[in-house]
């Protein structure tokens, strides 16, 4: 069964700090991966994308993410951590003719 | 904002009762997925539906069922509400291409709540 795992439930971080949240990945073949961030009540916000090429994909408000394919993992980071980045942060995976699969959520909390 | 819109915001309903939710695509998408997400969970997929036709579907029971429209809006129809189907619903759109590459967008979701 294809599945996406973000270990950490919860990832604490002090405001200015480097962040960085977890995501493997156990999906057959090559998949695209994918990072949605959710704020209280509303729906999932498009963070960035990995297809193919560059391992590192810059995405949106300074987001950035590290795709390794021998650890299959797809790690979501920021240099500088702002309060306003604190939300529910998920990893998805999708293959051709396939559906995405969501991790389980990590909740990013960052501390002034 | 994505475009996606859905309809209602809030709905609360009886066991038993049946429950219609409503998504209106980003224009240009020709798709739209369905995800239920129970409180603390990640998005779990329901169903997607394709040129009005369903194309892949989740490990949801026949009572979940939906409709596309011609012009890509979308249904969700639920019967039979039970306790455990009280969760936020959220639609997504996107364009199917050849490259099979399909980037979601979603909408805000319809928070469901069943007593």
């Known amino acids: 069964a294809q599945s996406v795992a973000q270990p950490e439930d919860q990832v604490n971080v002090a405001e200015g700090n480097p962040l960085t949240v977890k995501c493997t990945y156990s999906?057959?073949?090559?998949?695209?991966l994918f990072w949605y961030v959710q704020y209280p009540n509303r729906g999932l916000q498009f963070l960035l994308k990995?297809?193919?090429?560059?391992?590192l994909v810059k995405g949106s408000y300074g987001f950035e993410a590290e795709f390794n394919k021998s650890q299959t993992s797809f790690h979501l980071k920021k240099p500088s951590a702002l309060v306003s980045d604190s939300a529910l942060y998920f990893c998805?995976?999708?293959?051709?003719?396939?559906?995405?699969?969501f991790g389980p959520g990590t909740r990013l909390s960052v501390l002034p | 904002e994505t475009g996606v819109t859905q309809s209602p915001t809030h709905l609360i309903k009886t066991r038993g009762q049946q429950v219609t939710l409503r998504c209106s695509s980003q224009?240009?998408?020709?798709?739209v997925s369905w995800y239920q997400q129970a409180l603390g969970q990640g998005p779990q997929f329901i169903f997607q539906?394709?040129?009005?036709?369903?194309?892949g579907r989740g490990n949801f029971p026949p009572r979940f069922s939906g409709l596309q429209f011609p012009n890509y809006s979308s249904e969700l129809n639920v019967n039979a509400l039970e306790l455990d189907d009280s969760a936020l619903y959220l639609c997504?759109?996107?364009?199917?291409?050849?490259?099979?590459?399909?980037?979601?967008?979603f909408g805000p979701g319809t928070r469901l709540t069943v007593l």
């Open positions: 999906v057959s073949g090559n998949p695209y």
């Open positions: 990995y297809i193919t090429g560059d391992n």
């Open positions: 997504a759109s996107s364009l199917t291409s050849r490259s099979g590459h399909n980037e979601q967008f």
């Open positions: 539906y394709y040129r009005e036709e369903e194309n």
């Open positions: 998805a995976a999708h293959n051709y003719g396939q559906n995405f699969v």
């Open positions: 224009s240009g998408h020709n798709t």
